[in-house]
């Protein structure tokens, strides 16, 4: 079918269809309003399954544990700030920079960037809910469980201790009996479930449900940063769910896949790890460039330049991302030729990353900058960002990277690349969709506040471990003596936390703040482009009273003025959205998203227990693929309603 | 904002089979997710085999051919029904002789999950022997638990077909796990051609 025979676009037909009145209006939305009605209390809590209710726990799920992880580098500076310092001893020492390491990667970082992605991305792809509303739902709680666990642990002293990558033989049966190592395994296993389950949410989401007229290339860069990030999900996650599952055989059953005493293989564990470890990052990285355009568009009040070259830069960066993991075993014997390799891949990636930098100087360039909190942020990448790159590119060289290998460089490296080019754009992209979650707007003197000390905090503190590196401090040392001459600079990095810390606190001041003192938003405050904008803030729980009609890459600024070309014919009396076609968004079918059930808290909870079990016994696993079956036999199993399908195949077929 | 009615959709079906289902393409990134980690076992298995002088370790006899080829071939034949019932699913035909075919793919699939038990014995190693050991049965065990649910999954859909409700989302669902069965049937054949006729080259 010929694009425009499917979608009559406004110059195709020789009367403009009529605009719908405000009487049919009201009539829709009161309809969708009690279609769409979340259950009130804690019932309702506990089943609902709005892609929104969803994500919004799940950012503030994820924002919990940076703060804790937070608290843990605190306590990490406290300890290295003067030599000698007995704040903490060694075994709490090593728990705490393990469970920092595992709360930023684990229930921090990849999670608040998906949750992102679950709020927005079928608000701008312009659909009712994610494509499996279940499912979606599942994954938050498994998502929680995987971080009561931890925390469950480690405040029963059985927090991990051997890294955030927990390095065999160190995390074996051997060097780390006890429970600790098979704790983190455990939280794994939540937590990549997880992000699995985001992701396949995000991909089908986007291939199947957007707006008609958003084909390909129209769709708004953030989603596609997503989409990316979801296929390296997917490719990427399933080596931690082998790798830490050997792991966890290795110490509960007597497997060998570690121990070379057997023929098992440490540096087995340092490839499985690194092949999802290195795209890991991003994973991370990805959606923050995405929230960086959505930023510098809305900032600049102009189409960002590129377009195509940034699609591509950000698929070309997923497909290197898979080739460089073994720049992280540099210190390992390694072929010379391998070596070559992904010293050659590992720079590489800077092509990819150049390109988008300069298509964002080209935006603001030939833009209109309006330097707000959210913009500053974005600044604020660019210059940690870039700096974190340079580094990246000088430990890509062997010789270098032989050099700085475990020491603090190699810190201050990946904290201006994680800080610098994944929270700062985060931060952004705070300040930018506030408003569309809440209804408010954020203060943006405090704003500012909050930038200027993270921005100075950040450089005061790992600025300075670059130089500790080079002075030979090495990671992972809980203290040192007054004459190795590190003291002056990691008091420095200490203070430098401390403005860190104020900037969270006037962050969390102006969140609860502008909840109730804020200025209302409207609909569409900054006068952005993608189809969030064009729904009410917050939106309601059926997202658009109508699904929109794309006519461009940014939306709202190619419609009409004032109007918006809308899909009618949608059923209101249930969950109905629309699937499209995946290459031009071409209406095919109407689809029923499935309603609210506690059916995936459950699971979560059943599921969950058993893979606590397993830390204790192999039994879990058999006891737990039962209680699986039987919640998802119940879960599948149909259910006559009135709602549940057209009239015509309501009946019992035949 | 005012809204112009441009589209109307009131007349478009609210069923669909293959890619135009999402979820077809939940189950095809299922399929991607454990095809990795499949695949990831793989690359394990032979990255192990550089640890040991002969592959299969010394001591231990070269694993049967007989019940995993028998094994192989069962799977490859329980196609057939699946294929059949997806066919039939595609036409609409009536729910009950869906069913039945899917029965006839369930009993197949019970009769690889045994058979699974004699090729573990025809390993001749255990998982806790030796790195080999350790690859083999977790490839095994792996796939098991992918013969376990594919047939637990078609089991309930056709337990829908004869008792529930039926509707003829169920039909897209029969053709989907069809997909998937095709998947469990297909990695089986790559992860035997590995673990049981790779070895003897090696």
């Not at chain 1, 995000?202 to 449900?209: A, E, G, P, S």
């Not at chain 1, 300069?358 to 660019?382: D, E, K, Y």
């Amino acid at each position: 079918m010929a694009y425009s025979e499917a979608l009559p676009m406004r110059e195709d037909t020789p009367e403009p269809p009529p605009l719908i009145t405000v009487d049919v209006e009201n009539d829709v939305r009161a309809k969708l309003s009690a279609t769409w009605r979340e259950k009130s209390g804690l019932w309702g809590w506990l089943t609902s399954t709005n892609h929104k209710s969803i994500a919004k726990r799940y950012i503030i799920t994820a924002l919990i544990f940076f703060a804790l992880g937070g608290l843990e580098a605190g306590m990490i500076r406290m300890q290295l700030s003067r030599p000698e310092n007995r704040f903490v001893g060694p075994d709490l020492y090593n728990q705490i920079f393990t469970m920092h390491g595992s709360t930023m990667m684990f229930l921090f970082a990849v999670p608040v960037m998906e949750a992102v992605g679950l709020y927005l991305v079928p608000l701008m792809v312009g659909t009712r809910n994610v494509a499996f509303p279940r499912l979606n739902a599942l994954g938050y709680w498994m998502y929680l469980g995987g971080g009561v666990l931890l925390y469950a642990a480690f405040f029963m002293n059985t927090g991990p201790d051997a890294g955030w990558f927990a390095y065999v033989p160190l995390s074996g049966p051997q060097f780390t009996p006890g429970k600790r190592v098979d704790v983190w395994a455990q939280m794994i296993t939540f937590t990549e479930i997880a992000a699995l389950i985001g992701a396949v949410e995000i991909i089908t989401t986007v291939f199947k449900q957007r707006a008609p007229g958003m084909s390909l290339n129209r769709i708004p860069l953030f989603v596609w940063a997503e989409v990316i990030t979801s296929f390296m999900i997917i490719f990427a996650l399933p080596a931690i769910v082998i790798s830490s599952t050997m792991l966890a055989t290795d110490r509960l059953i007597d497997t060998h896949f570690f121990n070379p005493a057997e023929g098992g293989d440490a540096l087995l564990w340092q490839h499985l790890f690194w092949f999802f470890g290195h795209p890991e990052v991003y994973i991370i990285f990805i959606p923050a460039l995405g929230m960086v355009s959505s930023v510098v568009e809305t900032f600049t009040q102009r189409r960002i330049f590129g377009y195509p070259a940034m699609v591509l830069s950000m698929v070309s960066t997923a497909f290197l991302g898979f080739g460089l993991w073994v720049h992280h075993m540099f210190a390992t014997p390694l072929p010379q030729l391998g070596q070559s390799f992904f010293t050659a891949a590992s720079s590489a990636i800077s092509i990819p990353s150049g390109v988008q930098i300069f298509c964002w100087i080209a935006t603001i360039w030939s833009g209109r900058p309006r330097f707000t909190a959210s913009f500053m942020f974005v600044l604020g990448f660019f210059f940690l960002f870039i700096i974190g790159g340079l580094t990246g590119v000088m430990v890509a060289s062997v010789p270098y990277d032989l050099q700085v290998h475990d020491t603090f460089f190699v810190v201050a490296h990946f904290h201006y690349v994680l800080l610098g080019g994944a929270v700062f754009p985060l931060w952004a992209g705070f300040y930018l969709w506030y408003p569309k979650l809440t209804g408010r707007m954020l203060s943006e003197r405090l704003g500012k506040w909050n930038f200027w000390l993270f921005f100075i905090g950040m450089n005061v503190t790992f600025f300075p471990m670059h130089i500790l590196g080079l002075m030979g401090m090495p990671r992972r040392v809980y203290t040192y003596l007054p004459e190795m001459g590190w003291g002056g600079l990691n008091a420095l990095a200490s203070l430098g936390a401390v403005f860190i810390v104020a900037s969270g606190v006037v962050f969390v001041v102006n969140v609860f703040r502008s909840l109730s003192v804020g200025a209302p938003a409207g609909d569409n405050p900054w006068n952005a482009p993608t189809l969030e904008w064009a729904t009410s803030s917050p939106p309601p729980s059926y997202n658009h009273l109508f699904i929109p009609v794309v006519e461009g890459r940014d939306p709202l600024w190619d419609a009409a003025p004032g109007e918006l070309s809308v899909v009618t014919g949608l059923r209101t009396d249930r969950h109905e959205g629309l699937v499209t076609s995946i290459m031009d968004a071409i209406p095919e079918r109407r689809y029923e998203f499935k309603k609210e059930t506690i059916l995936p808290l459950l699971l979560a909870v059943f599921g969950g227990g058993s893979i606590v079990i397993a830390i204790f016994s192999p039994w879990g696993v058999t006891i737990g693929a039962i209680f699986t079956f039987i919640i998802l036999a119940c879960w599948f199993w149909p259910t006559i309603s009135p709602d549940s399908d057209t009239p015509l195949a309501r009946r019992r077929l035949p | 904002m005012k809204r112009r009615a441009v589209l109307d959709v009131a007349l478009l079906d609210d069923h669909s089979f293959s890619y135009r289902a999402p979820i077809w393409w939940g189950n095809l990134l299922m399929i991607f997710i454990e095809g990795a980690a499949f695949a990831l076992m793989v690359v394990t298995y032979y990255y192990l085999r550089r640890n040991f002088n002969t592959w299969p370790p010394e001591r231990t006899y070269l694993p049967d051919m007989g019940v995993s080829s028998i094994n192989v071939v069962l799977q490859l034949i329980s196609v057939a029904p699946m294929w059949y019932a997806a066919k039939l699913a595609f036409a609409h035909e009536p729910p009950e002789e869906v069913g039945r075919w899917l029965m006839l793919v369930v009993a197949f699939g019970i009769a690889a999950i045994i058979l699974r038990a004699f090729e573990l014995r025809g390993l001749h190693t255990r998982y806790d022997s030796n790195a080999y050991g350790s690859i083999t049965w977790m490839i095994l065990i792996t796939h098991l638990a992918h013969l376990i649910a594919g047939s637990l999954e078609t089991l309930l859909i056709a337990l829908v077909m004869f008792k529930g409700p039926v509707e003829r989302k169920h039909y897209t669902d029969t053709t989907v796990m069809a997909v998937y069965w095709y998947f469990v049937v297909g990695s089986w054949v790559a992860l035997w051609l590995v673990v049981f006729v790779s070895v003897r080259f090696i």
